[in-house]
């Protein structure tokens, strides 16, 4: 899932991104070359047209108020979404591959939804709500939990995994499960995110043959693409944050042990953590309030007794960025991408003009992260996966990461067409978690991210948050090279397990940049007043045209000017 990547200067940076067909099946990717500056073929081929969308953009308040008045119903939200998903990512040239299959109860579970609204009101604010889950989040019923690998197919959990048990008792009608990066973007050092044996190669909407990042790929082009109301990823380093950037919308990690990850598949107990994917910035508060809770089957959230809330709405604020002190910190964040530079540098001047105080607050731990970050991480995957596989029992063939590796290598056509599994094979070499390696690690990750990291940092300039950009506009998809990243802010909120926030900051070319928030443990409550008062003023979020190619008349002023 992490992959070493190389910025312009030459340094080494990292970032993670963190139909049942199965990929041979699937219509075979058209992926363009962009063309060389100064090309003469720089015009885009038309984007295909789509009938009118009659929930496009549809909020979850928008829904629950059109059911209030009998306008909808969750029978005619479902079929509507459900013919969505049909039309623009099963066939055709739009197919984004993003939804990876659909609940076979879900009509069932809208009908009973409608009839219990009749009878006796609704239950909260996600009753009758269509939804999408990532498809490494267990579900007990009609549907398969793969984390997209070919290996896991016809395993079916015993149980739900905590936050869909949460999603059912909301009165949420779960559509069905994303596509992703396979297992999470933790399989080799130069994949394609968004690529699994299972779903093949999910596209972005705002460009088809940009990559929708990872590893929360399907659902963050599913809910751009306006396919479900929301839905909810998984990060462990990124891959909430990282589609939800380059899909223009909202995604939101919570502080580990927030939100539980019983019966999710693992890559680490110490990161891994379910949150929110979102076109606005309330329906994100509304998800995250149904999400959160404590899980005796995940004792990590136990820590979130009196810091979760029932109801994160309530600390939306348009006037919320008046007074804050923002840390910007530029010298780590910023310079690998002028483009990507001027938007956040605009958005910093807007949320002054909304009475901000921005203040330079660079962290200085922020480069001595990786090594010690990766280290963790595959210590803990091999003994997360093992941990999951067990408890599978006889629903699996599967019980050991030295099983999954043979079974990729048995079936090279299929799990192993366009790049490897280096990351499995460094985490079979690991030994247990009692090992002083790992412990000296896990350590050096805790120090430096946080008392050495955001709490001095924020300490020292009494913030309220840090922002930065959350990485450049998505680059194009490459099956044969693999994935090219610039760089990516969402490591130091990632490694001290707290809470972090992107929202749409504009666009470059067509294509979706992120501004990221994020600050100590438990302030979702400030991070989502900033980032809903920063959404309100700048408005950013538009929907994706399906364009074949990122429409490269648009060129960034800032490309116009001499570069120093």
């Not at 009101?121 to 009758?128: M, S």
């Not at 990507?340 to 901000?356: C, H, N, S, V, W």
């Not at 093992?386 to 299929?414: C, F, P, Q, S, V």
């Not at 980032?531 to 429409?551: C, I, L, M, N, V």
Request: proline share 7%; net charge neutral.
């Amino acid at each position: 899932m992490k992959k070493p990547t190389r910025d312009p200067q030459g340094l080494s940076r990292r970032t993670f991104l963190g139909g049942t067909a199965a990929a041979s099946t699937l219509v075979a990717l058209n992926v363009q070359a962009e063309p060389a500056p100064g090309n003469a073929a720089r015009t885009p081929a038309p984007a295909p047209s789509a009938a009118p969308f009659e929930l496009e953009e549809a909020t979850v308040t928008g829904l629950q108020a059109g059911m209030a008045s009998g306008k909808h119903t969750s029978v005619g939200l479902t079929e509507r979404y459900l013919a969505r998903i049909q039309e623009l990512d099963r066939t055709g040239d739009t197919a984004l591959r993003s939804v990876i299959e659909l609940n076979p109860d879900a009509l069932a579970i809208a009908v009973a939804m409608d009839a219990e609204r009749k009878a006796k009101g609704p239950r909260g604010p996600l009753h009758g709500i269509p939804v999408l889950i990532k498809d490494n989040i267990a579900t007990a019923d009609g549907m398969q939990t793969t984390a997209g690998s070919l290996a896991l197919v016809g395993s079916v959990p015993s149980r739900d995994a905590f936050v869909v048990e949460r999603l059912r008792a909301a009165g949420a009608v779960i559509l069905g499960k994303t596509n992703l990066s396979e297992w999470a973007n933790f399989r080799s050092t130069h994949s394609s995110s968004g690529w699994s044996g299972r779903g093949g190669q999910c596209r972005n909407p705002y460009a088809l043959d940009r990559t929708p990042s990872g590893s929360s790929s399907g659902s963050g082009a599913a809910t751009a693409a306006n396919f479900c109301a929301v839905s909810v990823g998984t990060e462990t380093d990124g891959s909430i944050l990282s589609p939800s950037a380059a899909c223009s919308l909202v995604g939101l990690k919570p502080t580990i042990g927030l939100v539980s990850r019983s019966g999710i598949i693992p890559i680490s107990h110490t990161q891994d953590t379910a949150g929110p994917m979102t076109r606005t910035v309330a329906d994100a508060a509304v998800l995250l309030g149904v999400l959160a809770g404590v899980d005796p089957s995940d004792a990590v959230t136990a820590t979130s007794q009196g810091h979760a809330q029932a109801d994160y709405t309530r600390f939306l604020d348009p006037n919320g960025l008046k007074g804050a002190r923002i840390g910007v910190p530029r010298e780590r964040y910023f310079g690998y991408h002028p483009a990507t530079d001027a938007l956040i540098e605009r958005a910093l001047e807007l949320m002054k003009a909304q009475g901000a105080v921005i203040i330079d607050a660079p962290i200085p731990t922020a480069a001595k992260l990786d090594e010690q970050e990766l280290e963790v991480l595959l210590y803990e995957f091999k003994a997360g996966v093992e941990a999951y596989l067990a408890g599978l029992g006889e629903r699996t063939r599967m019980k050991t990461l030295a099983d999954l590796i043979r079974y990729n290598e048995e079936h090279r056509d299929t799990e192993l067409p366009w790049f490897g599994q280096e990351l499995f094979h460094q985490a079979q070499e690991k030994g247990p978690l009692t090992d002083k390696k790992y412990r000296k690690a896990l350590e050096a990750c805790r120090k430096l991210s946080r008392g050495q990291g955001i709490d001095a940092v924020m300490a020292k300039h009494k913030l309220d948050a840090l922002v930065a950009p959350t990485q450049a506009p998505p680059g194009l998809i490459d099956l044969v090279n693999g994935d090219h990243w610039l760089g990516s802010s969402t490591s130091p909120a990632a490694v001290a397990g707290y809470p972090s926030l992107t929202v749409p900051a504009g666009y470059v070319a067509g294509l979706p940049v992120g501004l990221s928030f994020f600050g100590r443990a438990w302030s979702e409550p400030t991070l989502l007043r900033l980032a809903f008062a920063y959404e309100q003023a700048s408005k950013h979020r538009r929907p994706p045209g399906f364009a074949p190619t990122a429409d490269l008349r648009q060129v960034p002023e800032v490309w116009s000017k001499p570069q120093p």
